[in-house]
């Protein structure tokens, strides 16, 4: 059995385990689909379905694409209404403890069972998935794991999202909406509680990879955190991957929901920014071997903006759709700017 983290941040997560037999289980689907599609390699082919631990849109953005593309998604009843899909009859309900089956088949397939974690949403889950005589324990969006399992785990894959000490650092530096970093020490697992549980509550005697989830990436060092998780657990120690350095220009400090790739050397990022009034703002970048050198913030909406989507029109062409939570309505908006030089003048279209 393989794990795969195909994106796993605050702006989206979405992983799956493969089988020795090629059939798959999607687990979150935190995306935008035509990026879940991408990163799935546009084959949809021998998924047997998609575990859903909460309804928070980093982890169930795409959950009704999954659906309308025929895979059926497992979670609970409170996830599924806060979702919008309870009813549906790809929404698979599923309860704590019990045991159920993955499959088209009794060979090849997943077994998986849930529990309760603590976070703020309605019934969140996490899971112990089992496939090809392993097991794997998947953890994230709790502060703490009250269960302690004596199943030996294969693999884990466990939130470990900031360093307590920096994130307090950072609000004292104000460099972090205060807000958010309440929210992160309340709802999210801090690297000393994510090292203690693995090496106090996990039986590691058969586990090859650990997989640290949800990094915040501005609140924690992935590489001196990979070093020492391995170095205390003596078990490989799987990030999100290695990072572009960002070296001069504006760091961005929002809830980054896409970007698109200008030409060979320059990218546009858009997302909430919750330094600045949740606006919806847009950064340009330059790409130079392994850095990315960012701009200062350019405003597209001067409002709450949510589930920023950027698309390149042409070369000198950008547009992001968007939903304008500033407007009474919360209606969704599409504005087409000029790269690299913004949105100014462009037009305003409302979507229905």
Partial sequence: MKFEQLHSSSSGNAYVVTAANGKRLLIECGVAWPLLQK????????????????????HSKAVKDVMKAGINVYSSRGT????GVLGDRRAVMVSEKMNYYIGTSRAGGFYVAPYNINHDALEPFMYIVGGDGEHLLFATDTPFIKQKFKVPFDIIAIECS????????????????????????????????????????????????????????DNINLDRIKKEFKAKLF????????????ISGTPIAGFISSLAVVD????????????DSNKGNSFWGTIAGT?????????????????????LISENKIAVAYQDDGDANNIGEAIIGDTPTGWSGGDIAGVS
Avoid: W
């Fill in 291 to 311: 850095t990315i050198s960012f701009g200062s913030a350019d405003v597209f909406n001067n409002a709450l903006t949510k589930d920023p989507m950027a698309c």
């Fill in 235 to 246: 078990i490989e120690v799987i990030t999100v991957g290695d990072l572009a350095t960002v």
């Fill in 39 to 58: 990163a799935l390699d546009y084959d949809l082919s021998g998924i047997e379905g998609c575990l859903l631990s909460h309804e928070h849109k980093d």
């Fill in 80 to 83: 599924f209404e806060a979702c």
């Fill in 264 to 275: 060979t050397t320059h990218l546009a990022v858009v997302c909430q920014d919750f330094t």
């Fill in 162 to 217: 900031y360093n307590e000490p920096y994130l307090r650092k950072r609000v004292d530096e104000g460099t972090i909406d205060k807000e958010l970093a309440k929210r992160l020490l309340k709802s999210h697992m801090e690297e000393s509680t994510c090292l203690s549980y693995l090496q106090n509550c996990c039986d590691l005697s058969k586990c090859h990879s650990i997989h640290l989830l949800h990094m915040s990436h």
